[in-house]
């Protein structure tokens, strides 16, 4: 089996930092216990030579989902065994890319026809999704990692996983980018240095989304699910309103990550957060107000 733990890290750290920091920056996670501030203190409170040292322990909660889960990301890759998942789906997958490569310009009419409309309306919710877009799931579900620490480490497991079986996947097609199909395209972003198909982002955000929607039906929270559904649809699309996605590319991601998240769903390794995340669900406000006395 061919793992790719770092690839698409490093291209989207090449290509979209500033995003990607952005994106961090913004996301509900805690920050880490004294962080900073806009600007240094340069003279500290504490009298030369009376340094009394506090017995201080690191919490958990303060410790980022992204990198929480990075220990059992190696575990998870190897319990779904990628080789056998991207098998079973390489019939569909080669379907999808037949009918997109068809009609390339049918196939490109987001990216063609309507980045205009697109880009006023959404310039920049795609840009800042151009990184890790966790922090949007964050915000529909009004989640924070003291509250709800395992919902978004499952988030961010399965965000990391899906990142990892999607590029295994582009490496299986190779395909080029839109900008290199039709020329005078101008992405509004940087191409990212990787194929083209699937869009990762379809397959993250796809994966997050049915992963929660799964968990919110069991929790009795099927009001999220068509939030979450919207969401995912969006954040592919943005790509290739973007110009660095075809159609195809956007519909073999959703593909894979509904089939992804139930498989990942599934496994004995996502047992303990699965059953935290669920009573985290549960437990989410539904925005009820008593009445006035």
């Given at each position: 089996?061919?793992v790719?733990?770092?690839?698409?890290?490093?291209?989207?750290?090449?290509?979209h930092?500033?995003?990607?920091?952005?994106?961090?920056?913004?996301?509900?996670?805690?920050?880490?216990?004294?962080?900073?501030?806009?600007?240094?203190?340069?003279?500290?409170?504490?009298?030369?030579?009376?340094?009394?040292?506090?017995?201080a322990?690191?919490?958990?909660?303060?410790?980022?989902?992204?990198?929480?889960?990075?220990?059992?990301v190696?575990?998870?890759?190897?319990a779904?065994?990628?080789?056998?998942?991207?098998?079973?789906?390489?019939?569909?997958?080669?379907?999808?890319?037949?009918?997109?490569n068809?009609?390339?310009?049918?196939?490109?009419?987001?990216?063609?026809?309507?980045?205009?409309?697109a880009?006023?309306?959404?310039?920049?919710?795609?840009?800042?999704?151009s990184?890790?877009?966790?922090?949007?799931?964050h915000?529909?579900?009004?989640?924070?990692?003291?509250?709800?620490?395992?919902l978004?480490r499952?988030?961010?497991?399965?965000?990391?996983?899906?990142g990892?079986?999607?590029?295994?996947?582009k490496?299986?097609?190779?395909?080029?980018?839109?900008?290199?199909v039709w020329?005078?395209?101008?992405?509004?972003?940087?191409?990212p240095?990787?194929?083209?198909?699937?869009?990762?982002?379809?397959?993250?955000?796809?994966?997050v989304?049915?992963?929660?929607s799964?968990?919110?039906?069991?929790?009795?929270?099927?009001?999220?699910?068509p939030?979450?559904t919207?969401?995912?649809?969006?954040?592919?699309?943005?790509?290739?309103?973007?110009?660095?996605?075809?159609?195809?590319?956007?519909?073999?991601?959703?593909?894979?990550?509904?089939?992804?998240?139930?498989?990942?769903?599934?496994?004995?390794e996502?047992?303990?957060?699965?059953?935290?995340?669920?009573?985290?669900?549960?437990?989410?406000?539904?925005?009820?107000?008593?009445?006035?006395?």
């Amino acid at each position: 089996m061919t793992v790719f733990p770092s690839g698409h890290g490093n291209s989207h750290g090449n290509s979209h930092g500033n995003s990607h920091g952005n994106s961090h920056g913004n996301s509900a996670a805690a920050s880490g216990p004294a962080s900073g501030l806009a600007v240094p203190i340069m003279v500290t409170l504490i009298p030369p030579g009376d340094v009394t040292p506090i017995e201080a322990r690191y919490s958990d909660l303060e410790i980022h989902p992204d990198l929480w889960v990075l220990p059992l990301v190696p575990r998870v890759v190897t319990a779904l065994d990628p080789d056998a998942f991207v098998s079973q789906l390489d019939a569909e997958l080669q379907d999808i890319l037949c009918e997109g490569n068809a009609d390339v310009k049918l196939d490109l009419e987001r990216g063609l026809l309507k980045r205009e409309d697109a880009v006023s309306l959404w310039g920049g919710e795609i840009i800042d999704q151009s990184g890790n877009f966790q922090h949007y799931f964050h915000a529909l579900l009004s989640l924070n990692s003291r509250g709800h620490p395992n919902l978004m480490r499952l988030m961010a497991l399965v965000y990391a996983v899906a990142g990892i079986v999607g590029m295994q996947i582009k490496f299986k097609f190779m395909r080029g980018r839109p900008a290199q199909v039709w020329p005078g395209l101008f992405p509004m972003l940087p191409t990212p240095p990787h194929p083209s198909f699937p869009s990762n982002h379809a397959t993250q955000s796809t994966t997050v989304a049915v992963t929660l929607s799964e968990l919110a039906q069991e929790a009795e929270r099927g009001e999220f699910v068509p939030f979450l559904t919207a969401l995912a649809h969006r954040i592919g699309e943005n790509r290739e309103y973007a110009g660095l996605h075809f159609a195809s590319d956007t519909r073999a991601g959703d593909r894979i990550g509904t089939e992804l998240a139930k498989r990942l769903l599934a496994l004995p390794e996502l047992a303990t957060l699965r059953a935290g995340a669920l009573g985290e669900l549960r437990g989410l406000s539904r925005g009820e107000r008593d009445d006035p006395a």
